[in-house]
């Protein structure tokens, strides 16, 4: 077997294995980066097929074919970036440099002498372009991870590959090859040697990519309480700690403590299924009623906490009675329409000087007085007498 002819099946086996893998890894997720890369590299694979039976295919058919494949794999890659890193972003630029070079390829470089600058800069400048666009976009997004910062060095790699490959006519010395006697080229070796690279390189920086996303995936799945949806114990105490720590000394926020009434006769008389129903919906409520960059977390059986950001106390009450209002107009599968499911509040002002159990411990306190006063209501810290006893439920 041929120098050249080995390194194709290498490259198709590459191409494959790549695409398999970010399959595997991406199927029941969505980091859709993977499916857009699993059908970029299976391109790039039917790339290498073409240029293996170009021998056997009319010329202009086996460039345009092995062209349009390879423009497609890449296109589908820079999609696949464009889809992770910048969702947001419009694809009409993507799909506009695609169709352009498309269209000059099939219409012009064919017949174009061989080699000539002008020919090379048709068919290798179409590939740089695309991978600065797929650099630029990872560039753009500020993610700026060790894998991040992989995949963008590899596509920037990837582009000057590209780039100089373009300008190779401009230092040939002897005739080029026929497209049908590429694959028995010297330029077809070390071609196909740096395609081999470039594959690698651009699949682990993928799998790179999507290794970080799952991993993160998975914290961002164990830091939740997995009944109601908010943060669990431990995610809330760290994220509170840290959002007072960034406090400036004059700002403030509000801590909110809130226990369900009545929880565990809820749970004697119905079941605990009946239970954990009111507990998902009313860590839904409380999430959806949060403001902006607040906290909210499980820290108990029936106890759950919220951390505004703003300090302001009349904000933070109004944000209470909407999510009292909101339990009001819930109604249950579980529990009887004529059962109401209410909450009691207690409020706590605190800052940057405060360690995250004095505010609870303050919050708290308020909790206490609002259950000691008839429940279904909240009081603020300043207000609650010190607690004697356990608190009602």
């Given at each position: 077997?041929?120098?050249a002819?080995?390194?194709l099946?290498?490259?198709?086996?590459?191409g494959?294995?790549?695409?398999?893998?970010?399959?595997l890894?991406?199927?029941r997720t969505?980091?859709?980066?993977?499916?857009?890369?699993?059908?970029?590299?299976l391109?790039?694979?039917?790339?290498?097929?073409?240029?293996?039976?170009?021998?056997f295919?009319?010329?202009r058919?086996?460039?345009?074919?092995?062209f349009?494949f390879?423009?497609?794999?890449?296109?589908l890659?820079?999609?696949?970036?464009a889809?992770?890193?910048?969702?947001?972003?419009?694809l009409?630029?993507?799909l506009a440099?695609f169709?352009?070079?498309?269209?000059v390829?099939?219409?012009?470089?064919?017949?174009?002498?061989r080699?000539?600058?002008?020919?090379?800069?048709?068919?290798?400048?179409?590939?740089?372009?695309?991978?600065?666009l797929?650099?630029?976009?990872?560039?753009?997004?500020?993610?700026?991870?060790l894998?991040?910062l992989a995949?963008?060095?590899?596509?920037?790699?990837?582009?000057?590959?590209?780039?100089?490959?373009?300008?190779?006519?401009?230092?040939?010395?002897g005739?080029?090859?026929?497209?049908?006697d590429?694959?028995?080229?010297?330029?077809?070796?070390?071609s196909?040697?740096?395609?081999?690279?470039?594959?690698?390189?651009?699949?682990?920086?993928?799998?790179?990519?999507?290794?970080?996303?799952?991993?993160?995936?998975?914290a961002?799945?164990?830091?939740r309480?997995?009944?109601?949806g908010?943060?669990?114990?431990a995610?809330?105490?760290?994220?509170?700690a840290?959002?007072?720590?960034?406090l400036?000394?004059?700002?403030?926020?509000c801590l909110?403590?809130?226990d369900?009434?009545?929880?565990?006769?809820?749970n004697?008389?119905?079941?605990?299924a009946?239970?954990?129903e009111?507990?998902?919906?009313?860590?839904?409520?409380?999430?959806?009623r949060?403001?902006?960059?607040?906290?909210?977390g499980r820290?108990?059986?029936?106890e759950?906490?919220l951390?505004?950001?703003e300090g302001?106390v009349?904000?933070?009450?109004?944000?209470?009675?909407?999510?009292?209002?909101?339990?009001?107009?819930l109604?249950?599968?579980?529990?009887?329409?004529e059962?109401?499911?209410?909450?009691?509040?207690?409020?706590?002002?605190?800052?940057?000087g405060?360690?995250i159990d004095?505010?609870?411990r303050?919050a708290?306190?308020?909790?206490?007085?609002?259950?000691?006063?008839?429940?279904?209501r909240?009081?603020?810290?300043q207000?609650?007498?010190?607690?004697r006893?356990g608190?009602a439920?």
């Amino acid at each position: 077997m041929r120098g050249a002819t080995f390194l194709l099946v290498i490259n198709f086996a590459i191409g494959l294995s790549f695409a398999a893998a970010f399959l595997l890894l991406t199927w029941r997720t969505d980091i859709r980066i993977g499916r857009w890369c699993a059908a970029g590299f299976l391109c790039a694979a039917a790339t290498v097929a073409v240029e293996a039976v170009v021998p056997f295919l009319p010329g202009r058919l086996a460039s345009a074919l092995s062209f349009s494949f390879l423009m497609l794999a890449v296109t589908l890659i820079v999609v696949g970036l464009a889809r992770h890193y910048r969702p947001d972003m419009s694809l009409r630029p993507i799909l506009a440099l695609f169709v352009l070079a498309e269209a000059v390829n099939l219409l012009l470089r064919y017949d174009l002498p061989r080699p000539s600058l002008i020919h090379a800069l048709i068919y290798q400048l179409p590939y740089a372009a695309m991978l600065a666009l797929g650099a630029g976009i990872v560039l753009a997004s500020g993610r700026r991870r060790l894998a991040d910062l992989a995949l963008l060095a590899v596509l920037a790699a990837g582009s000057l590959h590209f780039a100089f490959k373009a300008i190779v006519p401009l230092f040939a010395t002897g005739p080029a090859p026929d497209v049908r006697d590429y694959i028995l080229s010297i330029y077809a070796y070390y071609s196909q040697t740096m395609a081999a690279v470039l594959a690698l390189l651009l699949g682990l920086s993928v799998l790179g990519v999507i290794i970080a996303e799952l991993m993160a995936e998975t914290a961002r799945r164990l830091e939740r309480d997995s009944l109601s949806g908010v943060l669990s114990r431990a995610a809330f105490m760290e994220r509170a700690a840290a959002l007072l720590a960034a406090l400036r000394p004059e700002e403030r926020a509000c801590l909110v403590m809130c226990d369900l009434d009545h929880f565990k006769s809820i749970n004697d008389r119905f079941g605990h299924a009946a239970g954990d129903e009111v507990i998902r919906a009313f860590g839904g409520v409380l999430a959806e009623r949060a403001s902006v960059g607040a906290l909210c977390g499980r820290i108990g059986g029936e106890e759950f906490c919220l951390l505004l950001p703003e300090g302001d106390v009349g904000e933070a009450q109004r944000r209470i009675e909407a999510v009292r209002s909101a339990m009001d107009r819930l109604r249950y599968a579980l529990v009887p329409g004529e059962i109401r499911v209410t909450a009691s509040f207690g409020l706590a002002v605190t800052g940057r000087g405060e360690h995250i159990d004095e505010a609870l411990r303050r919050a708290d306190l308020a909790l206490y007085a609002a259950k000691a006063a008839g429940r279904d209501r909240h009081m603020l810290a300043q207000d609650a007498p010190e607690r004697r006893g356990g608190r009602a439920s």
